[in-house]
């Protein structure tokens, strides 16, 4: 199949809201724009949906502090898309998971940079302790949600990747995803800090290949991210991260998904789109 040639793309992440229970210097969604009501939210994921996609990402900031974010879920999956979760996975519990569960939610996405707080508090990220961790994973399996774990490599994490490994290694998710630090949005402003050079990048990913092989292991360079997203705002704009901030294509309610997608990223950037959606093991 010729990923160039799909009209759609595979995977739209959706920022339900830009509330959120960190700050985080790397955030690439780090806007400040009210959220839509439930009606006008279920249009949204309707409208992305009818697009053909494969699959919808609920992210934010932090996608659970939306009161109505079950029934979101729930629409979501009743008018037949898949649905991942991105989230800081701080406020996960037993009666968030017997809900995720009802719904039939099919991912959980988490972040962990590293396991220890005072680099978490360094970088404005929410701490997740290894039991916490531990506890979202055999949730997620007592649940039959898979559950994927994103790590971004950069300046100042690439030596706790080894330690990150270690722990996933006995607490095994379905996929440990590996990013290179990319400066987009606010992490545009913090760039020389975290910057890390890609041919350092990849071998730190080989190297914890090979160190872990019993892991499902994916490495993304920032040439393979950069461009590929495709979001919509917590108001309904479509949006791409780039440089500084944002692209804005105009509300997904009055534009066409394909058209945009079509007309606005180079066909290289809608196959690294493809390309990562398949390697990642959301299907």
Not at 64 to 81: A, H, P, Q, Y
Not at 86 to 106: I, R, Y
Not at 224 to 238: N, R
Request: aromatic content about 10%; proline content about 4%; charged content about 25%.
């Amino acid at each position: 199949m010729d990923c160039i040639n799909n009209n759609s793309p595979d995977l739209i992440c959706y920022l339900v809201t830009s509330k959120c229970v960190a700050n985080c210097d790397i955030c690439i969604s780090d806007v400040n724009i009210p959220d839509l009501p439930t009606k006008e939210s279920k249009q949204v994921i309707s409208k992305i949906i009818e697009s053909g996609v494969k699959y919808i990402s609920f992210a934010g900031r932090e996608p659970f502090l939306r009161e109505d974010i079950f029934k979101l879920i729930n629409w979501t999956k009743s008018i037949g898309s898949k649905i991942n979760i991105e989230t800081s996975g701080v406020l996960l519990d037993d009666a968030c998971f017997k809900q995720l569960s009802n719904c039939k939610t099919d991912m959980i996405s988490i972040s962990i940079d590293s396991l220890e707080n005072s680099l978490c508090k360094y970088m404005g990220r929410p701490f997740l302790s290894r039991t916490h961790i531990k506890y979202v994973v055999d949730s997620c399996r007592k649940y039959g949600i898979k559950i994927k774990i994103n790590s971004v490599v950069s300046k100042i994490t690439k030596n706790e990747i080894e330690f990150i490994g270690n722990f996933l290694n006995e607490n095994k998710p379905n996929v440990w995803k590996l990013r290179q630090f990319t400066p987009r949005s606010s992490g545009y402003n913090v760039k020389e800090r975290y910057q890390i050079q890609e041919g350092e990048f990849k071998k730190i990913v080989e190297k914890t290949k090979y160190n872990f092989p019993n892991l499902k292991i994916e490495g993304k360079t920032s040439a393979q991210q950069s461009g590929t997203a495709f979001m919509i705002f917590p108001d309904g704009q479509i949006a791409k991260p780039e440089g500084k901030g944002h692209i804005l294509y105009g509300s997904i309610l009055e534009n066409n998904v394909n058209e945009v997608w079509n007309n606005y990223f180079l066909s290289k950037k809608r196959a690294s789109h493809h390309n990562n959606f398949n390697r990642t093991g959301y299907l």
